[in-house]
């Protein structure tokens, strides 16, 4: 298998930039694609607000830091990744957004290389679906937070060829030493599938009175080792992508468990996100520390 040192990433909002620093801290050379250089700054200093926070848990010198820092190129457009030899598109879960972007790189990219994609919810057999190359499309669905979760589902699609995904499977446990899972295509994949269909259930359990915000997630957090519950989970994952998620597979699944909570919706509308917008069922200060 050649070893991957360039990639490419397609999204600088919260799983870019996780999935940015944790190529960039794996020795490869990342170039980061954002519609506008205000958005690439802002993704380059998260990033380095997260590698700060290492450095002040002794996990990282600073020379490491620069080092990472040093290996993430802001780019604007997608042309420049034609030397890439590894892509991976992390945008939102816009389908129409997502299928212009890879008939682009189909376009741009050598024929061999990898064109990956970061949905938790979209199909893979779709994205493809656009280029010329259909085989050499596959997801590799990040969990958040990317730099301390070890894991990667790798998606098949329905023509994601034998060799595309060896060696998505190879740079996954050797390049960047994480395991990697196997998963068919199927709405949710397995994380975002059990995950939401969690949260909503917390969602539910908190409509009905049976307990408050606090004590649902501190029971899950203490009872059953879970690093956040499940309302905190949510608003790190931002709760419009939560909705998004659960709209998509009720619509795909067309069964009553994946539908969206009420409370939900009502604090997407209202703009409470979590950690993005500062508040959400908890509020966080600018670093997403809980306040």
């Excluded at 002040?56 to 080092?67: D, Q």
Aim: glycine share 6%; hydrophobic share 40%.
């Amino acid at each position: 298998m050649t070893a991957v040192r360039t990639v490419g990433v397609v999204g600088a909002g919260t799983m870019g930039q996780g999935i940015s620093e944790m190529l960039a801290f794996n020795g490869l050379d990342v170039y980061m694609v954002e519609q506008d250089e205000e958005r690439l700054n802002q993704a380059l200093s998260m990033i380095e607000q997260s590698l700060d926070k290492q450095m002040e848990r002794w996990a990282l010198t600073s020379a490491e830091k620069k080092l990472v820092m040093n290996r993430i190129h802001k780019v604007e457009h997608l042309s420049a990744l034609s030397e890439c030899e590894l892509v991976i598109e992390t945008i939102t879960e816009d389908l129409d957004r997502k299928l212009d972007i890879f008939k682009q790189l189909d376009d741009i990219c050598a024929p061999d290389v990898i064109l990956a994609s970061n949905t938790s919810t979209l199909s893979l057999t779709e994205l493809a679906s656009v280029t010329a190359h259909p085989e050499r499309v596959i997801g590799m669905h990040f969990v958040y937070p990317v730099i301390k979760t070890d894991l990667v589902e790798i998606v098949r699609g329905l023509k994601t060829s034998d060799e595309t995904f060896n060696q998505t499977k190879y740079f996954v446990e050797n390049t960047i030493h994480k395991n990697g899972v196997m998963v068919f295509e199927s709405p949710g994949f397995v994380t975002t599938r059990l995950i939401c269909l969690f949260i909503n259930e917390a969602m539910h359990v908190l409509e009905e009175g049976v307990a408050s915000v606090n004590d649902i997630d501190s029971a899950m957090r203490i009872g059953y080792s879970f690093q956040h519950g499940p309302f905190e989970m949510a608003d790190r994952f931002g709760l419009d992508a939560v909705l998004a998620a659960l709209e998509r597979m009720f619509r795909e699944y067309g069964e009553l468990k994946y539908r969206p909570s009420f409370i939900l919706k009502k604090m997407v509308r209202g703009g409470q996100l979590g950690v993005k917008s500062s508040a959400g069922f908890f509020n966080y200060d600018k670093d997403g520390v809980r306040v």
